[in-house]
């Protein structure tokens, strides 16, 4: 690339890749349909298909739910198993079992939805964390009776279990289960690790019930043998009226409790810290979350081993068959648990947007936190802000989709830190080593002359390359190259206006890789400039199959793309020296290496 660098480009099919032949004509009917993220079919956050507005409480005595047991994590756990059983006079497939939380989910509970005048409110105005058909059970049609198992995590309040005839477009309560809760439901629970604003610096951020006027917040951390400090925490939350619209603000709304961040700084690079998050109740009580450790971060310009981990369009899903995802991400657990398996040779991971696919349906913000946070605990969990965080209509984002569900990225700023200068602008640089990595907000405006596009061109600007000679540019859409089906259909291959603006900045500051997600699949090009192979161009790549549905492709490949996969995966980059970067795409589904390249650089010219 620049300063005498080239590219070894390795193409891997011997496992099944699928290399430039994509999966032929599929969904071709489909063109003059097809939106940038969302195809028939798709795209539908499960709950949403819940028509909650319109249930009707209709109990009856004959129909009966008990779930069991009463009382769930008596050992600290922060997950459990609940078993439902439950029974109707009169079966039919469509009957389903919900998961509410708080426990008491009728019309009361949400003064803000009743009716006035003549105009009753709703009988029901929040809709299940989860749901199963009732069918799921084996001879559930034929005797009106079944169990089903249903993973609850602690997300602060209690739970009980609604069993619904007539579907889920007229739902109707036949039948309530007894409350069952967490030992503590206030616990602080799900770490998650984030570089700060300096590189000797990590941010651990988590959620509990606790507001600061009845437990104060810290981390107590330190080296193995060494004195342990206590790092006090900043404390956040946020209510209905910060939403922009619904489902968020309406049936979607979940307290989403305390988030707090602590600050670990002046860490000595490459040491490893223990940390506990806690709370010290007023009567000087301490509750404590679990033990945890992790590996400070190098200093910029330090030569060692470091491995980067980056995807998008993760989601999340449920592991004890609840169908909200079925469909929709069947391989966000396996993108999950590929990453757990090989956290020993992690150093960070870059999520690059559409983080949990909550929609607005803020119960599932919890969700996700859980699921990721074997690796969030661990490694710094970095975000890029993405379509299904920000969108919304008239809400100041750069598009105008509802992708958010009423979101507008109030959730996903909260629940996770980023290093960012300003926290409603969701762009910021992180140095890793020998990275600098630019992380830019896709659904705000880059073009020249914003404020996001002078943020761009200063962290690549001042990077000094002598020390962090591998430059990263990410962002969450494709602001640069991809033939993704919908991205040639707009003859673009890629954003509007994206390359446009940027590709003169990438090449001026001489970006070695280029990492994007938003369309859910695998595909990298060759060094590119101006839609042409040069020996010192951009590599583009995107890894947007994390988990979500997958996106196919254009029918024939541009000559710039080099390589597509339309599977599940994710990319790692490695490094340990100035001269050579290598790329490896990682399906989701074995953890195997099914493309990789490498960037050497000549080192007497960086």
Same mark, same amino acid.
């Given at each position: 690339m620049r300063g005498g660098s080239t590219h070894t480009l390795v193409s891997s099919d011997m496992r099944g890749g699928t290399g430039l032949a994509p999966r032929g004509l599929l969904w071709l009917a489909l063109a003059l349909s097809l939106t940038a993220c969302r195809v028939t079919g798709h795209g539908v956050h499960p709950l949403s298909r819940i028509a909650v507005h319109r249930a009707r409480v209709a109990l009856d005595a004959s129909a009966a739910a008990r779930a069991s047991p009463k009382l769930l994590g008596s050992r600290g756990e922060d997950t459990a198993w609940v078993t439902v059983d439950f029974q109707v006079p009169h079966p039919s497939d469509d009957d389903w079992i919900g998961v509410f939380s708080p426990s008491e989910f009728n019309a009361s509970t949400c003064p803000s939805f009743q009716g006035s005048g003549q105009i009753p409110g709703p009988s029901i105005c929040s809709a299940p964390i989860k749901y199963q058909l009732a069918n799921y059970s084996s001879g559930y049609a034929g005797s009106g009776k079944g169990t089903l198992k249903f993973q609850l995590i602690n997300q602060r309040q209690d739970f009980s279990l609604g069993l619904f005839t007539g579907g889920l477009s007229n739902p109707a309560l036949v039948a309530v289960s007894n409350k069952i809760a967490f030992v503590n439901p206030k616990a602080p629970v799900y770490p998650r690790l984030a570089l700060g604003k300096t590189w000797n610096e990590m941010t651990v951020t988590w959620t509990s019930g606790y507001d600061i006027s009845e437990a104060y917040p810290f981390v107590e951390w330190g080296a193995?043998?060494?004195?342990?400090?206590?790092?006090?925490?900043?404390?956040?939350?946020?209510?209905?009226?910060?939403?922009? *619209?619904?489902?968020?603000?309406?049936?979607?709304?979940?307290?989403?409790g305390f988030i707090h961040t602590a600050f670990l700084k002046n860490l000595r690079p490459g040491k490893e810290y223990y940390y506990k998050i806690g709370h010290t109740l007023h009567n000087r009580k301490v509750i404590w979350g679990k033990p945890k450790s992790f590996t400070a971060p190098p200093y910029p310009g330090q030569r060692s081993l470091q491995r980067v981990v980056i995807f998008g369009d993760l989601g999340k899903a449920e592991r004890d068959g609840s169908n909200e995802y079925q469909n929709f991400q069947p391989a966000s657990l396996n993108t999950t648990d590929a990453v757990i398996r090989d956290l020993d040779n992690t150093d960070i991971v870059f999520h690059i947007g559409d983080i949990s696919y909550a929609n607005g349906y803020l119960s599932q913000w919890d969700q996700f936190t859980q699921q990721v946070e074997p690796i969030t605990s661990r490694v710094p969990y970095m975000l890029a802000s993405g379509n299904h965080e920000r969108d919304f209509p008239n809400s100041g984002s750069f598009y105008n989709g509802t992708d958010s569900g009423g979101e507008c990225g109030v959730p996903a700023a909260t629940m996770y830190y980023v290093p960012t200068e300003n926290r409603a602008n969701y762009w910021y640089m992180a140095d890793y080593g020998m990275f600098r990595f630019c992380v830019a907000d896709s659904e705000q405006d880059w073009r020249e002359g914003t404020e996001q596009y002078r943020f761009i061109e200063h962290c690549l600007a001042t990077v000094d390359r002598a020390k962090q000679p591998w430059l990263i540019f990410t962002a969450h859409r494709v602001l640069g190259y991809s033939s993704g089906f919908y991205y040639g259909y707009n003859g673009v291959f890629g954003e509007p206006m994206a390359r446009q603006n940027l590709e003169p900045l990438w090449r001026r500051y001489g970006v070695d890789v280029a990492f994007y997600g938003h369309f859910h699949q695998y595909e990298r090009t060759c060094p590119v400039y101006q839609e042409k192979c040069v020996q010192d161009g951009?590599?583009?790549?995107?890894?947007?199959?994390?988990?979500?549905?997958?996106?196919?492709?254009?029918?024939?490949?541009?000559?710039?793309?080099?390589?597509?996969?339309?599977?599940? *995966?994710? *990319?790692?980059?490695?490094?340990?020296?100035?001269?050579?970067?290598?790329?490896?795409?990682?399906?989701?589904?074995? *953890?195997?290496?099914?493309?990789?390249?490498?960037?050497?650089?000549?080192?007497?010219?960086?």
């Amino acid at each position: 690339m620049r300063g005498g660098s080239t590219h070894t480009l390795v193409s891997s099919d011997m496992r099944g890749g699928t290399g430039l032949a994509p999966r032929g004509l599929l969904w071709l009917a489909l063109a003059l349909s097809l939106t940038a993220c969302r195809v028939t079919g798709h795209g539908v956050h499960p709950l949403s298909r819940i028509a909650v507005h319109r249930a009707r409480v209709a109990l009856d005595a004959s129909a009966a739910a008990r779930a069991s047991p009463k009382l769930l994590g008596s050992r600290g756990e922060d997950t459990a198993w609940v078993t439902v059983d439950f029974q109707v006079p009169h079966p039919s497939d469509d009957d389903w079992i919900g998961v509410f939380s708080p426990s008491e989910f009728n019309a009361s509970t949400c003064p803000s939805f009743q009716g006035s005048g003549q105009i009753p409110g709703p009988s029901i105005c929040s809709a299940p964390i989860k749901y199963q058909l009732a069918n799921y059970s084996s001879g559930y049609a034929g005797s009106g009776k079944g169990t089903l198992k249903f993973q609850l995590i602690n997300q602060r309040q209690d739970f009980s279990l609604g069993l619904f005839t007539g579907g889920l477009s007229n739902p109707a309560l036949v039948a309530v289960s007894n409350k069952i809760a967490f030992v503590n439901p206030k616990a602080p629970v799900y770490p998650r690790l984030a570089l700060g604003k300096t590189w000797n610096e990590m941010t651990v951020t988590w959620t509990s019930g606790y507001d600061i006027s009845e437990a104060y917040p810290f981390v107590e951390w330190g080296a193995k043998g060494s004195p342990h400090a206590r790092a006090p925490a900043d404390t956040v939350t946020f209510g209905r009226e910060r939403l922009c *619209g619904e489902p968020a603000s309406t049936v979607g709304w979940r307290d989403p409790g305390f988030i707090h961040t602590a600050f670990l700084k002046n860490l000595r690079p490459g040491k490893e810290y223990y940390y506990k998050i806690g709370h010290t109740l007023h009567n000087r009580k301490v509750i404590w979350g679990k033990p945890k450790s992790f590996t400070a971060p190098p200093y910029p310009g330090q030569r060692s081993l470091q491995r980067v981990v980056i995807f998008g369009d993760l989601g999340k899903a449920e592991r004890d068959g609840s169908n909200e995802y079925q469909n929709f991400q069947p391989a966000s657990l396996n993108t999950t648990d590929a990453v757990i398996r090989d956290l020993d040779n992690t150093d960070i991971v870059f999520h690059i947007g559409d983080i949990s696919y909550a929609n607005g349906y803020l119960s599932q913000w919890d969700q996700f936190t859980q699921q990721v946070e074997p690796i969030t605990s661990r490694v710094p969990y970095m975000l890029a802000s993405g379509n299904h965080e920000r969108d919304f209509p008239n809400s100041g984002s750069f598009y105008n989709g509802t992708d958010s569900g009423g979101e507008c990225g109030v959730p996903a700023a909260t629940m996770y830190y980023v290093p960012t200068e300003n926290r409603a602008n969701y762009w910021y640089m992180a140095d890793y080593g020998m990275f600098r990595f630019c992380v830019a907000d896709s659904e705000q405006d880059w073009r020249e002359g914003t404020e996001q596009y002078r943020f761009i061109e200063h962290c690549l600007a001042t990077v000094d390359r002598a020390k962090q000679p591998w430059l990263i540019f990410t962002a969450h859409r494709v602001l640069g190259y991809s033939s993704g089906f919908y991205y040639g259909y707009n003859g673009v291959f890629g954003e509007p206006m994206a390359r446009q603006n940027l590709e003169p900045l990438w090449r001026r500051y001489g970006v070695d890789v280029a990492f994007y997600g938003h369309f859910h699949q695998y595909e990298r090009t060759c060094p590119v400039y101006q839609e042409k192979c040069v020996q010192d161009g951009t590599v583009h790549v995107v890894v947007g199959g994390g988990g979500a549905y997958l996106s196919n492709f254009t029918t024939v490949a541009p000559p710039w793309s080099v390589y597509r996969d339309m599977d599940y *995966g994710f *990319g790692k980059l490695t490094t340990s020296n100035e001269t050579t970067l290598q790329f490896e795409y990682r399906r989701s589904s074995d *953890g195997q290496v099914y493309d990789s390249f490498t960037v050497h650089k000549d080192k007497q010219n960086i």
